[in-house]
């Protein structure tokens, strides 16, 4: 027989802790799923390690249907790693960093690109030993400043990490096809319905990449998408088309302004009379060894990924003490007459007219600027955040924006960590080559978060019957043996059925407990052995995700039939 109730770790809770905000947070911890060990921390008590085990098992299926192999890396690592690969920087302010005895530093491991190319290098030698595709389930450790939604923004998370070794493009965009199959047919099975979108590379890098996204409103991501074509893509990385035109009317003549202390686009745009979008403003950022100045219309936000791949590299804000050596003016920086600056220009500014800019002189500002007459730019790109009401740059569609929950991405990486790794394998001719490289993330415990929040309702959790902790609850309710007896041999009988099930026979404990429990918990299936066994020898079944019920032969043959039709 499987688990009784009595016996399961853990209590459920009426009310939630008052840190939950959010469904899947708030269920989970009323449901006896989780317990918060420490901010981003959490234990894993019994009801929610199945689930976990069970997510854990689709990923490893269909990634071993993709012809991936499983291992296991440490997830102590040598801080000498991060400093061979290069990442340091970018990433120290997220590891968690430790020192042995001998003074020697360690970090726990956020990912594990470093590691897998060092096996990588004695491993797979030769081309005849490529592809391959190595694949761990294991803990991973990222400081995250302020973690909130229970598992979607942890310091401790489980995630399945991929890794694909090809001896070229071409075989790193077969893999990479394989292990977004793969994805698409895990997330499928967990009851999601994710979308791939274009996203950035973040700290990870390398140059194509996507997420793929469960769409919720609690979800930390926001993307748009195209009410046309389907385009979608995280707003760090979307294509977009504003709304409207940046023209207006005939060029004027161009006219200097007194704006004594005026900076914001705000303040000048009340100061004269104008509306944000008539401005163009100049922001200036440090990139190199030299200054990038990126204009953009004045009711728009700067998306400093696009500006990053524009100026050709990673670019930081220009510090105030830097703006004076350069010969600039910080609050009233703009495109005319800007010397010693490469000028990138939003491509939604090509046509404008009678912008209003900054004049690069203390509390001034220009009037009547227009593109093509008075400044040409470096380049043409696009640099703006995409917003609700722009247009699709691919079909002229409507675009939206959305939330969602981050569960994968997958990234090309070619040779940005085998090359300075010295990961390379030997090629037909003898010579020695990097290997071209892709690297997949799929977060196992925050899938589960993003099944809680697809499949909830006031009274619980409805998990998808593939990764329920429990697929069958047999709930006692009547108060004689005869009926505690047929709830404990149906439940044995599904059990060596293949079918796992949760008897509720708590002595003491009503009814409605129970009811509510089991609706909480979210089993895919209840069936109750009460009132209607006694009367007449049947049982009731209730389909947790639609409510019906139906009652049914106290044989564990009508019992799989219904649960058949358990989504």
């Known amino acids: 027989m499987g688990m009784r109730a009595q016996d399961r770790f853990g209590q459920t809770l009426r009310e939630a802790p008052a840190e939950a905000e959010i469904p899947s947070h708030r269920l989970l911890l009323r449901g006896a799923f989780l317990r918060r060990t420490a901010s981003g921390v959490y234990s894993w008590l019994p009801l929610g390690l199945r689930v976990l085990r069970r997510v854990e098992q689709v990923v490893r299926e269909e990634m071993d249907a993709q012809g991936a192999t499983e291992l296991l890396m440490p997830a102590l690592l040598p801080m000498d790693l991060l400093e061979r690969s290069g990442r340091v920087p970018g990433f120290y302010l997220e ?69 694909s070794f090809d001896a070229d493009e071409a075989g790193l965009m077969a893999s990479y096809d394989k292990m977004v199959a793969a994805y698409e047919a895990v997330f499928s099975r967990c009851g999601l319905s994710t979308k791939m979108i ?27 998408s195209c009410d046309g074509c389907g385009y979608a893509a ?21 006219v200097k302004v007194h704006t004594p202390g005026l900076v914001t686009v705000d303040e000048v745009a009340a100061f004269l009379k104008v509306a944000p979008r008539a401005l163009a ?86 009037t009547g600027v227009s593109a093509g007459r008075d400044f040409t730019p470096d380049a043409w790109e696009d640099l703006l955040s995409a917003q609700e009401g722009d247009r699709c740059e691919r079909c002229g569609g409507g675009l939206s924006l ?23 394998y030997t090629d037909e001719s003898g010579a020695r080559r ?3 490289m892709g690297c997949y993330g799929l977060g196992v415990s925050r899938t589960v978060a993003a099944i809680v929040e697809a499949h909830n309702d006031d009274r619980g959790i409805m998990w998808p019957r593939a990764v329920a902790p429990f697929e069958v609850a047999v709930l006692s309710i009547a108060n004689d043996a005869a009926a505690a007896g047929a709830a404990a041999d149906l439940a044995g009988a599904l059990e060596a059925r293949g079918v796992s099930v949760l008897l509720d026979d708590r002595a003491g404990v009503s009814a409605g407990v129970k009811f509510a429990d089991a609706d909480l918990i979210g089993y895919p299936l209840q069936v109750v052995v009460g009132r209607t066994f006694r009367s007449s020898g049947r049982l009731e079944a209730k389909v947790r995700a639609t409510g019906e019920r139906t009652e049914v032969d106290a044989t564990p043959d009508e019992v799989l039939r219904v649960l058949g039709t358990c989504p």
């Open 95 to 163: 590891l968690y960093t430790l020192k042995d005895s001998a003074d020697r530093e360690w970090y726990l491991g956020p990912t594990h690109e470093e590691v897998i190319c060092t096996l990588a290098s004695t491993e797979l030698p030769s081309y005849k030993d490529l592809p391959s595709v190595p694949y761990q389930i294991q803990w991973k450790y990222r400081y995250a400043p302020r973690p909130r939604g229970g598992l979607l923004r942890g310091r401790e998370f489980l995630m399945k990490d991929a890794y």
């Open 198 to 224: 274009e996203a950035q590379a973040g700290l990870i890098g390398g140059t194509v990449n996507h997420e793929f996204v469960q769409p919720a409103d609690a979800g930390e991501d926001t993307f748009v």
């Open 234 to 254: 995280n707003t760090e990385a979307a294509a977009s088309v504003p709304a409207g035109s940046y023209a207006s009317g005939d060029p004027e003549q161009v």
């Open 281 to 366: 403003k100049a922001l200036l950022y440090k990139s190199g060894d030299g200054i990038v100045c990126a204009l953009i219309p004045g009711d728009r936000e700067l998306n400093e990924y696009k500006l990053s791949k524009a100026a050709g590299g990673e670019v930081r804000m220009l510090a105030d003490h830097a703006f004076a050596p350069a010969g600039l003016v910080k609050g009233f920086a703009g495109p005319v007459g800007l010397s010693g600056v490469r000028l990138i220009a939003d491509r939604s500014l090509r046509e404008a007219t009678n912008l209003v800019t900054g004049a690069n002189e203390p509390d001034h500002h220009l």
């Open 402 to 424: 959305k939330r969602g929950i981050e569960v994968g991405h997958v990234f090309q990486l070619g040779t940005k960590y085998s090359a300075p790794m010295g990961a390379e």
């Open 434 to 436: 990097p290997f071209v």
